[in-house]
């Protein structure tokens, strides 16, 4: 046992690439599932929310504009990147979650397979989603998927690191950008992962993420006019019919959280791609 | 200089429909009264009383949606997917049958001319049943995961643009997945969706599975707000689709929204001028312009602006507006007065905020409600006739100089439904509607529409599909 002090890590958000704290220089105490103290965590206010927005909308036509090849790399590589801190996320997730050491690894391997399996997704959703329709006429019509737009995720309360890459991911595929809101209490291995994503060559502002009370700052994102979509997975159950009232507002798409959290280890289908991809149908005469 | 090839009045024999002086609901395979104030339904032509049509109260809305539920549990639900199908494809020929006397009600009612209601709007309605129809015993095969099944009973509410069509996009796909109906038509253009009730007892299709509510907004609310509806699917204006967005928050409905759109009509120099102006002409002038999906914005590329514009201005002038029931007639009437005053009001502030108006010289008919094809040039992307959905014969006229400024104009907007290219060049085409925000674009061609082919929009255009494989995810459980 060496007696050499620790250096600790702050917390920090993950916001436009960078890892700054809140504006509102706020923060909160993050605990292990017995209480002891672990972090303090940077609280985000509604002005880093606005700031995460303006990043994911000047990411989007980098992101959306890739090719599904280079997106799928980059989503392996963060499995890739993520594989090599196997052990600290192991840890976090264990602290955060109470998990013994064997759930908190299998939390953790499932996490790394589904960014594999959404980096195999992206492209293959136009051949399985798209396709060239026979319209009664002299035209050739075919129909593509494409990403929504910017999409606010609130990440599920329970699950900290596989619940959230269960959200997250999904919405990157599509070549969506994302604001999430983590975990409140668990805000730890999304951090974490921020760090990930910072080095495995996702464009900064694809992803940004803020630690701090989807509550306080789910409604701005519901509001705002430049989210095109919002994932409630983890909104708080008495505030989620407000926040689908906000939302629609700006015609948002909106997926709403389940009643309860579910099992993230299941088989995820398709089920949280689709709802953030729009069909482009795309028409034109045929003639010599 | 006249014109030495004059039009002689080629009117449509309105004989084939006998409008009845009144209408009840179609519910549960009946046509009952209604117990709201009834309301009448005008020629948009003459303002003549076409007929009075009941107006289904709460209680009604819910004896419709008990029958639905009935029908959803006892008969549709249980019965073989194939015979569903039978029953869609038997709608799709009646439909063929009664084609004329559709067309010339759809004509009658909404104001539209009846080449447009004869060659489109009938047609693609029959088609949209046939094409669904064929879907109810593969829906294994649709691609949207394992055992999709039908969610129960569906509350649509549609606009009067095209009262058939709409019926049909929105009832097709509903009954081929296995689900029940209840559909609201819109206040204005009630008739053909009560022939329609007509077609579907013709057909025997079993009391409940179609059940046709009318009435106006009060109507509307109630289906969408009814407790034992599991999905709702509108319509209609971006205004009432936000406030049914709100409604359906926070309980297990299911919603799809086709709401307003704002399009570009995008034209680079080395389009074919001619083919381009008739595009133009196609997307902002048929049916009135009341098109959700019209190409109400032309950006044209600056150094053919002239060329352009004097092209289109000659060929506008070439239009014939009057008696939809001509054969000749190429804009009908405005379908309300109440439409009529928005876009005389949209087009009074076109002309305050400085844009320059063009009409042709066009005689309107003394009675009835009609407004001349306009075209704004020097319009500025502010301009509220460039933003606000007009939908009526108005065409807002802006320029551009590079691709990459056509692409940002045509984005510059809060809509998403549809676009144009007009463009010889194949590579441009391709690269343009890839950076294009919306869900139909049209490349030299516009106003395109096919069963088989998915519609709806991107941003504050809605969201949800009609049409193709992409359209059956709306009415499915577990569609992925």
């Known amino acids: 046992m060496s007696d050499r002090l620790a250096v600790r890590k702050t917390y920090k958000l993950y916001l436009n690439g960078a890892f700054p704290r809140s504006e509102s220089g706020r923060t909160y105490e993050v605990t292990d599932a017995r209480g002891g103290f672990l972090a303090n965590a940077a609280q985000a206010s509604r002005k880093d929310a606005r700031d995460a927005v303006v990043a994911a909308r000047a990411a989007f036509g980098t992101w959306s504009g890739a090719t599904a090849y280079n997106r799928g790399q980059v989503l392996y590589r963060v499995a890739e990147v993520m594989e090599g801190r196997h052990a600290q996320f192991c840890e976090e997730v264990a602290a955060g979650e109470g998990l013994s050491s064997s759930r908190a690894r299998a939390a953790v391997d499932a996490a790394i397979d589904r960014w594999v399996w959404y980096a195999g997704w992206t492209d293959k959703l136009g051949a399985v989603l798209g396709g060239a329709n026979p319209v009664a006429g002299a035209y050739f019509d075919f129909s593509l998927p494409e990403p929504t737009g910017v999409v606010a995720v609130l990440a599920p309360q329970r699950s900290s690191l596989l619940g959230l890459v269960s959200v997250l991911a999904p919405v990157l595929a599509g070549g969506n950008t994302a604001v999430v809101v983590t975990s409140r209490a668990r805000p730890l291995p999304a951090v974490t992962l921020g760090e990930v994503l910072a080095t495995s060559d996702l464009p900064g502002g694809v992803v940004n993420l803020l630690t701090g009370d989807a509550g306080e700052l789910g409604p701005w994102l519901a509001e705002h006019d430049d989210v095109d979509a919002v994932d409630l997975a983890g909104a708080p159950a008495d505030r989620a019919m407000e926040l689908e009232r906000l939302a629609a507002g700006s015609i948002k798409r909106v997926v709403r959280p389940p009643a309860e959290e579910p099992d993230w280890s299941a088989d995820p289908g398709l089920g949280r791609l689709t709802p953030f991809l729009e069909t482009k149908t795309v028409w034109h005469p045929m003639g010599l | ?480």
């Open chain 2, 1 to 480: 200089m006249t014109n030495p090839f004059q039009y002689a009045p080629a009117p449509e024999s309105r004989s084939i429909v006998d409008v009845a002086p009144s209408h009840g609901l179609f519910v549960d395979g009946e046509f009952v009264d209604g117990t709201g104030t009834p309301f009448k339904t005008v020629n948009p032509a003459t303002e003549e009383v076409l007929s009075e049509i009941a107006c289904a109260s709460d209680a009604d809305v819910d004896r419709a949606v008990k029958a639905a539920r009935r029908a959803f549990t006892r008969t549709w639900g249980p019965m073989r997917p194939a015979d569903r199908g039978k029953y869609l494809f038997r709608i799709a020929r009646l439909l063929q049958e009664r084609a004329r006397e559709f067309a010339v009600l759809e004509s009658l009612d909404n104001g539209k001319p009846i080449r447009e209601s004869r060659d489109v709007d009938v047609p693609l309605a029959a088609a949209h049943f046939f094409y669904h129809a064929g879907w109810a015993d593969k829906l294994d095969w649709a691609g949207l995961g394992p055992g999709p099944r039908p969610l129960g009973v569906a509350g649509q509410v549609i606009p009067w643009n095209f009262p058939l069509l709409m019926l049909a996009w929105k009832v097709a796909p509903a009954l081929a997945t296995g689900n029940t109906v209840v559909l609201k038509p819109a206040e204005t253009t009630p008739l053909t969706a009560l022939l329609f009730a007509e077609v579907c007892r013709q057909a025997d299709l079993p009391p409940g599975v179609v059940n046709i509510v009318t009435g106006a907004g009060e109507t509307g609310r109630a289906v969408v707000e009814h407790a034992d509806v599991d999905k709702v699917a509108f319509t209609g204006s971006t205004e009432v689709g936000r406030s049914i967005a709100r409604a359906v928050a926070g309980t297990r409905k299911r919603l799809t929204l086709e709401l307003g759109g704002k399009a570009a009509n995008i034209v680079f120099d080395d389009a074919p001028v001619d083919q381009a102006v008739e595009g133009i002409v196609q997307g902002i002038f048929s049916n009135q312009g009341h098109v959700c999906c019209a190409g109400s914005r032309l950006l044209v590329q600056e150094n053919v602006h002239d060329e352009v514009i004097a092209s289109l201005q000659r060929r506008i002038g070439t239009l014939r507006l009057g008696d939809p029931l001509d054969k000749n007639t190429d804009i009908g009437a405005i379908n309300s007065a109440e439409q009529l005053a928005r876009i005389r009001e949209l087009v009074d502030v076109g002309e305050a905020e400085g844009a320059h108006r063009w009409q042709p010289a066009c005689e309107l008919p003394d009675r009835g409600f009609w407004f001349p094809p306009t075209v704004f040039t020097e319009v500025s992307p502010a301009h509220r006739i460039a933003r606000d959905e007009v939908f009526g014969p108005v065409l807002s006229v802006l320029t551009f100089r590079t691709p990459d400024e056509a692409v940002a104009k045509a984005n510059n907007t809060t809509y998403g439904l549809s676009a144009g290219v007009w463009t010889e060049k194949g590579s441009r085409i391709l690269a343009v509607t890839d950076r294009l925000r919306a869900g139909v674009v049209w490349a030299n061609t516009f106003n395109k529409f096919d069963p088989t082919s998915p519609f709806g929009g991107y941003k504050q255009s809605g969201y949800g599909r009609e049409g193709g494989r992409q359209g059956l995810a709306a009415y499915l459980e577990g569609a992925q």
